[in-house]
Protein backbone atom coordinates (compact mmCIF):
# COMPACT_ATOMS: atom_id res chain seq x y z
CA UNK A 1 0.00 0.00 0.00
CA UNK A 2 1.62 3.28 -1.28
CA UNK A 3 1.32 6.22 1.72
CA UNK A 4 2.04 9.63 1.18
CA UNK A 5 5.47 11.00 0.85
CA UNK A 6 7.03 11.15 4.30
CA UNK A 7 4.61 8.95 6.29
CA UNK A 8 5.63 5.60 7.48
CA UNK A 9 6.88 2.28 6.40
CA UNK A 10 5.35 3.39 2.63
CA UNK A 11 8.46 5.81 2.31
CA UNK A 12 10.44 3.45 0.08
CA UNK A 13 7.19 3.24 -2.56
CA UNK A 14 5.99 6.58 -2.66
CA UNK A 15 9.49 8.29 -3.21
CA UNK A 16 10.62 5.90 -5.97
CA UNK A 17 13.38 3.82 -4.33
CA UNK A 18 11.56 0.75 -5.62
CA UNK A 19 13.20 2.30 -9.00
CA UNK A 20 17.01 2.07 -7.36
CA UNK A 21 17.59 -1.01 -9.96
CA UNK A 22 16.31 1.19 -13.12
CA UNK A 23 19.82 3.69 -13.13
CA UNK A 24 21.99 0.55 -12.91
CA UNK A 25 20.25 -1.63 -15.75
CA UNK A 26 20.49 1.79 -18.06
CA UNK A 27 23.96 1.99 -17.26
CA UNK A 28 24.60 -2.28 -18.32
CA UNK A 29 22.11 -1.18 -21.38
CA UNK A 30 23.76 1.76 -22.42
CA UNK A 31 27.69 1.21 -23.02
CA UNK A 32 28.31 0.42 -18.90
CA UNK A 33 28.41 3.95 -17.70
CA UNK A 34 28.57 4.30 -14.19
CA UNK A 35 25.17 6.55 -12.91
CA UNK A 36 25.73 8.86 -10.35
CA UNK A 37 22.21 10.14 -10.24
CA UNK A 38 18.80 10.38 -12.40
CA UNK A 39 15.69 12.21 -12.35
CA UNK A 40 12.40 11.67 -13.92
CA UNK A 41 12.53 14.82 -16.44
CA UNK A 42 16.12 15.39 -17.43
CA UNK A 43 17.32 11.69 -18.14
CA UNK A 44 20.91 10.11 -16.76
CA UNK A 45 23.75 11.90 -15.47
CA UNK A 46 26.77 9.10 -15.66
CA UNK A 47 29.90 9.53 -15.09
CA UNK A 48 31.77 8.57 -18.88
CA UNK A 49 35.25 7.32 -16.59
CA UNK A 50 37.42 9.34 -18.72
CA UNK A 51 38.63 11.41 -14.81
CA UNK A 52 34.98 11.50 -13.97
CA UNK A 53 33.60 13.69 -16.49
CA UNK A 54 29.93 13.50 -15.60
CA UNK A 55 27.09 14.36 -18.65
CA UNK A 56 23.68 14.91 -18.21
CA UNK A 57 21.73 13.38 -21.37
CA UNK A 58 18.29 11.67 -22.21
CA UNK A 59 17.86 8.05 -22.71
CA UNK A 60 14.93 7.24 -25.36
CA UNK A 61 13.13 3.94 -25.66
CA UNK A 62 11.58 5.36 -28.98
CA UNK A 63 11.72 3.02 -32.31
CA UNK A 64 10.93 3.46 -36.30
CA UNK A 65 6.95 2.12 -36.18
CA UNK A 66 8.79 0.07 -38.96
CA UNK A 67 10.72 -1.87 -36.17
CA UNK A 68 7.26 -3.00 -34.64
CA UNK A 69 5.94 -4.29 -37.56
CA UNK A 70 5.45 -7.70 -36.76
CA UNK A 71 4.05 -7.03 -33.44
CA UNK A 72 1.29 -5.42 -35.45
CA UNK A 73 1.25 -8.60 -37.64
CA UNK A 74 0.78 -10.74 -34.86
CA UNK A 75 -0.65 -9.05 -31.90
CA UNK A 76 -0.07 -9.99 -28.02
CA UNK A 77 -2.39 -7.74 -26.81
CA UNK A 78 -4.13 -5.21 -27.90
CA UNK A 79 -6.70 -2.76 -26.54
CA UNK A 80 -8.90 0.65 -27.41
CA UNK A 81 -9.32 3.44 -25.55
CA UNK A 82 -12.34 6.45 -25.67
CA UNK A 83 -14.48 8.40 -23.98
CA UNK A 84 -18.44 7.32 -24.05
CA UNK A 85 -21.11 8.97 -21.83
CA UNK A 86 -17.99 11.35 -20.09
CA UNK A 87 -16.56 8.43 -18.95
CA UNK A 88 -12.93 6.83 -20.01
CA UNK A 89 -13.82 3.08 -21.86
CA UNK A 90 -11.24 0.50 -22.23
CA UNK A 91 -11.81 -2.88 -24.35
CA UNK A 92 -9.55 -5.43 -25.60
CA UNK A 93 -9.78 -6.05 -28.92
CA UNK A 94 -8.69 -8.38 -32.01
CA UNK A 95 -6.08 -6.45 -34.65
CA UNK A 96 -5.53 -6.75 -37.79
CA UNK A 97 -3.15 -4.67 -39.63
CA UNK A 98 -3.71 -5.26 -43.64
CA UNK A 99 -1.72 -2.45 -45.61
CA UNK A 100 -0.81 0.38 -43.14
CA UNK A 101 -4.94 -0.17 -42.02
CA UNK A 102 -5.66 -0.71 -38.60
CA UNK A 103 -8.57 -2.35 -38.23
CA UNK A 104 -10.07 -3.41 -34.69
CA UNK A 105 -12.53 -6.34 -33.80
CA UNK A 106 -14.65 -5.87 -30.79
CA UNK A 107 -16.38 -8.42 -29.19
CA UNK A 108 -20.70 -8.58 -28.37
CA UNK A 109 -21.35 -6.62 -25.34
CA UNK A 110 -18.54 -5.19 -25.64
CA UNK A 111 -18.56 -1.06 -25.76
CA UNK A 112 -17.54 0.12 -29.00
CA UNK A 113 -16.55 3.65 -30.35
CA UNK A 114 -19.32 5.22 -32.34
CA UNK A 115 -17.99 6.81 -35.68
CA UNK A 116 -15.96 9.61 -35.75
CA UNK A 117 -15.15 9.19 -31.88
CA UNK A 118 -11.49 9.64 -30.75
CA UNK A 119 -9.65 6.68 -29.67
CA UNK A 120 -6.44 5.26 -28.74
CA UNK A 121 -5.04 1.95 -29.79
CA UNK A 122 -2.44 -0.12 -27.66
CA UNK A 123 -0.66 -3.06 -28.85
CA UNK A 124 2.22 -5.07 -26.48
CA UNK A 125 3.90 -7.94 -25.32
CA UNK A 126 6.60 -8.92 -23.60
CA UNK A 127 6.85 -9.13 -19.27
CA UNK A 128 10.12 -8.40 -18.31
CA UNK A 129 11.40 -5.07 -18.24
CA UNK A 130 13.73 -5.20 -21.61
CA UNK A 131 11.43 -7.51 -22.96
CA UNK A 132 7.96 -4.91 -23.41
CA UNK A 133 7.45 -3.20 -26.24
CA UNK A 134 4.27 -1.16 -27.56
CA UNK A 135 2.79 0.49 -30.68
CA UNK A 136 0.34 3.01 -29.78
CA UNK A 137 -1.83 4.73 -32.01
CA UNK A 138 -3.81 7.66 -31.73
CA UNK A 139 -6.74 8.32 -34.24
CA UNK A 140 -10.73 8.68 -35.54
CA UNK A 141 -12.48 5.62 -35.28
CA UNK A 142 -14.33 4.55 -38.85
CA UNK A 143 -17.25 1.91 -39.60
CA UNK A 144 -15.36 -1.07 -41.66
CA UNK A 145 -17.17 -3.87 -43.39
CA UNK A 146 -18.04 -6.68 -41.39
CA UNK A 147 -19.86 -10.11 -42.88
CA UNK A 148 -23.07 -11.42 -40.10
CA UNK A 149 -20.95 -14.29 -39.36
CA UNK A 150 -18.89 -13.26 -37.89
CA UNK A 151 -19.02 -12.19 -33.76
CA UNK A 152 -17.06 -9.03 -34.35
CA UNK A 153 -17.76 -6.06 -34.86
CA UNK A 154 -14.73 -4.00 -36.90
CA UNK A 155 -13.56 -0.57 -36.72
CA UNK A 156 -10.91 0.90 -38.81
CA UNK A 157 -9.08 3.68 -37.18
CA UNK A 158 -7.48 6.32 -39.58
CA UNK A 159 -4.19 7.20 -37.24
CA UNK A 160 -3.42 10.80 -36.76
CA UNK A 161 -0.32 9.94 -34.33
CA UNK A 162 1.73 6.56 -34.14
CA UNK A 163 4.45 6.04 -31.56
CA UNK A 164 6.41 2.88 -30.37
CA UNK A 165 8.97 1.94 -27.86
CA UNK A 166 10.87 -1.11 -26.91
CA UNK A 167 12.80 -0.92 -23.49
CA UNK A 168 15.32 -3.65 -24.94
CA UNK A 169 16.56 -1.16 -27.22
CA UNK A 170 17.15 1.65 -24.90
CA UNK A 171 19.84 4.12 -25.90
CA UNK A 172 21.00 7.86 -25.45
CA UNK A 173 18.85 10.48 -27.46
CA UNK A 174 20.93 11.56 -30.43
CA UNK A 175 22.04 15.27 -30.18
CA UNK A 176 19.88 18.02 -32.22
CA UNK A 177 22.45 20.78 -31.15
Same mark, same amino acid.
Given at each position: $?????????????????? *??? *??????????????????? $????????? !???? +??????? +????????? !???? #?????? /?? *????????????????????????????? *????????????? !??????????? /?? /? #????????????? #???? /??????????????? $???? #????
Amino acid at each position: $MLRRRGTGPGIRAATGIG *FAA *FPRAIGQAVQGLTIVGWGR $MKGIVASAG !DGGA +VVSREVT +VRVPLEESL !DLLE #RPARAC /VG *FIRDGQPQIEPVHLRYEGGRYLVGIGPGA *FAPDPSDELVLVV !DEGVLFFELRA /VY /V #RGVARPAPSSPQE #RLRW /VEVEPSRTSSWHYGR $MRWK #RDTG
